[in-house]
């Protein structure tokens, strides 16, 4: 069946579950063909209509690369959220790349996805680009890549600061393309990412789990905010719409971490499709 050309097109990664596979309903609901990705074989719904679904692990680049470079060929996209991620585990786990596991799915793997996803974008119309933080960002700083000293806090703040941070990085480095770059900050809501928690986080949540809001509520009113007509780049938006700026850091360490960054993804921006499905 050919696809109107009127019918938008978005990518929200981690939709099979909490806030993602709200976003995706809330798109349906739009008009929109959803694209989504998890971790499943399957999405964990049949049959539905307006989306369709790829199987990535966000813990392996050359994955990671494969997908999005497959994802590119067949889709244009209006609007791209970096949804998926973890909270970090009590002890330092490493990816088969040899990098801290929340440092890669929170965030590496998004910029490498990001960056493959604007390289191959073959159209001119304007694409918005919405990276998940976390409230917790704030507590924070720019940090060594792949520090070797670990505290699992630091590890989940951390990812979450660095893709607010990729907002401007990315409207910075690709000024060729007509894109707007946000951040936005769910604050605290009710979801499945807790499940594997047995320390600090668990508590946190079993603590305030009867208070927690609604991640349905969360993704209508950040969907509001990314469709909204006259939406200011490289901001934070929270789910009341209130904006605020992306934090500024020291220069040379910003720029250290935006060079090291880049030579960890690079080298995965070659890699084809059919290398992986062979
Ligand atoms: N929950 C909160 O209170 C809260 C607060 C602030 C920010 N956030 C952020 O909101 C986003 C969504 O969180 P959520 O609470 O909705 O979590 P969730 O219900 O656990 O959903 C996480 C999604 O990410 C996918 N994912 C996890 N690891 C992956 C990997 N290695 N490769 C590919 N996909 C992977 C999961 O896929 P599978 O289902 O296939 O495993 C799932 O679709 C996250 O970025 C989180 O940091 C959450």
New binding site residues.
């Given amino acids: 069946m050919e696809v109107s050309a009127k019918i938008q097109e978005i990518l929200v ?8 596979n709200n976003f995706v309903m809330a798109f349906i609901e739009k008009g929109f063909h959803v694209i989504t ?4 074989d399957k999405y964990p719904a049949e049959n539905v209509k307006g989306l369709s679904y790829y199987k ?4 392996d680049l050359g994955n990671v690369s494969a997908v999005m470079a497959e994802i590119a060929e067949h889709h244009s996209f209006d609007i791209i959220i970096n ?4 909270l970090s585990p009590n002890k330092r786990t490493l990816t088969g790349n040899g990098l801290e596991c929340t440092f890669q ?2 965030f590496l793997s998004h910029l490498l996805a990001s960056e493959i996803l604007l390289e191959r974008k073959k159209d001119e119309k304007p694409l918005t680009i919405a990276s ?1 933080t ?2 917790v960002y704030r507590y924070s700083g720019i940090g060594r890549v792949n520090d070797e000293k670990y505290n699992a806090m630091k590890a989940y703040s951390g990812s ?1 600061l660095y893709m607010a941070l990729m907002a401007e990085y990315l409207s910075r480095r690709y000024t060729g393309v007509n894109l707007k770059c946000i951040s936005l900050d ?4 009710s ?3 807790y499940r594997s928690q047995t320390s600090f986080f668990g508590v946190l949540y079993r603590t305030a789990a009867p208070f ?1 809001r609604d ?1 349905s509520k969360v993704a209508a009113s950040l969907s509001a905010v990314i469709t909204r007509e006259q939406l200011a780049g490289n901001l934070i938006y929270d789910s009341r719409g209130k904006a605020s700026k992306i934090p500024v850091f020291d220069g040379e360490a910003e720029h250290r971490f935006w060079k090291e960054c880049q030579e960890l993804i690079d080298p995965f921006k070659v890699i084809r499709y059919e290398k992986f499905n062979s």
């Fill in positions: 990664t981690g939709g099979t579950s909490g806030l993602g990705t998890g971790r499943r990535v692990d966000y813990c949804n998926a991620g973890i799915v929170n998940i976390s409230p979450k769910p604050g605290v809501f979801s499945a990412i927690m991640p």
